[in-house]
């Protein structure tokens, strides 16, 4: 524990907070129902606490100094952990809350579908869902744990694999037939912005390597799917994803079979942290459910039929 002389009156950090967000006390202290004599006072107390100047008093307004800047910056993170704390405990007030950064189409395809399980047989525990795009640190996060995408290299972490995952090439119905999977790039492509790569790839692995073709960017499946679906270009996209749009043909595969992609699902947490029980519940209720094919939907016909070749 730090000693007492660095931890700052929580009031002084609100209104330094306050301060280089509104510009002025006088905002800071309407917004925190304060006088702006008080606002004042926090501050300069805090600056004798600390023993470095924060603030530029320039006419009617305030400016924080460069050091001043890069202190709020972290003061706000902070603050912003504390009250999801104080959020979590009013919602729980028995324990039990879980914060699960997902990613959106795996959260809505994968894990939102089996939750009511999870709820059902572990009532103690609130689980709060957040999506991010990408990997994080969990430092300085508000995250107990995460879904990541990848091939389990980030560091700092355990991980549990959840799910594997195919990709296959699919268009709007009229998609033109194929020869041959280099045909493809006389076509417009769409593809994920984090995943660049997955088109060069799915070109090696049908005998074409050494290519990487542009095309249109998307920042989530969800968009990309339905730029397939309006005929905007050919898309590669999980299975898992498409199996409704593909069983009512919105979406048709346009050449070969379903491709291993090159990562998997994990739920991640850190290393850094003890295991608290609510995580400990989800990760072994995860397991069971990612090691039972029997709670894993196999995927229509349509996604495991390669469309026909031109002769």
Do not use: C
Request: proline letters at 11%; hydrophobic letters at 45%.
């Amino acid at each position: 524990m730090l000693p007492r002389r660095y931890l700052p009156p929580i009031p002084a950090l609100m209104a330094l907070e306050a301060v280089d967000r509104l510009g002025t006390a006088s905002s800071a202290a309407e917004e925190l129902s304060l006088t702006q004599g008080a606002i004042s006072r926090a501050l300069q107390g805090l600056e004798a606490q600390l023993g470095v100047p924060l603030l530029l008093r320039e006419r009617q307004r305030l400016r924080l100094t460069p050091a001043g800047q890069d202190y709020v910056g972290e003061v706000r993170k902070a603050l912003h952990l504390l009250a999801s704390a104080s959020l979590g405990l009013r919602a729980n007030p028995t324990g039990g809350t879980l914060n699960l950064s997902i990613l959106p189409a795996f959260g809505m395809h994968w894990l939102a579908p089996r939750l009511a399980r999870f709820a059902q047989s572990h009532p103690e525990v609130t689980v709060n869902l957040s999506t991010r795009l990408r990997p994080f640190d969990f430092s300085g996060s508000p995250f107990d744990a995460a879904i990541h995408y990848g091939r389990q290299d980030w560091p700092g972490v355990h991980s549990l694999k959840l799910m594997d995952e195919e990709v296959i090439a699919v268009a709007a119905p009229g998609f033109p037939t194929l020869a041959e999977a280099t045909d493809i790039l006389a076509h417009p492509l769409l593809q994920l912005e984090s995943r660049t790569g997955d088109w060069g790839r799915w070109l090696a692995h049908h005998g074409a390597p050494g290519l990487r073709p542009p095309g249109m960017m998307f920042d989530q499946f969800a968009t990309l799917t339905q730029g397939a679906i309006h005929g905007m270009g050919a898309a590669l996209i999980p299975t898992f994803l498409i199996q409704r749009e593909l069983a009512e043909g919105r979406l048709v595969p346009v050449f070969g079979l379903p491709v291993r992609a090159l990562g998997s699902y994990y739920l991640v947490w850190p290393e850094a942290r003890p295991e608290r029980a609510p995580l400990r519940s989800l990760r072994l209720w995860l397991e069971a459910e990612a090691a039972d094919p029997a709670l894993t939907p196999a995927p229509p016909p349509a996604t495991l039929t390669p469309r026909p070749e031109a002769p």
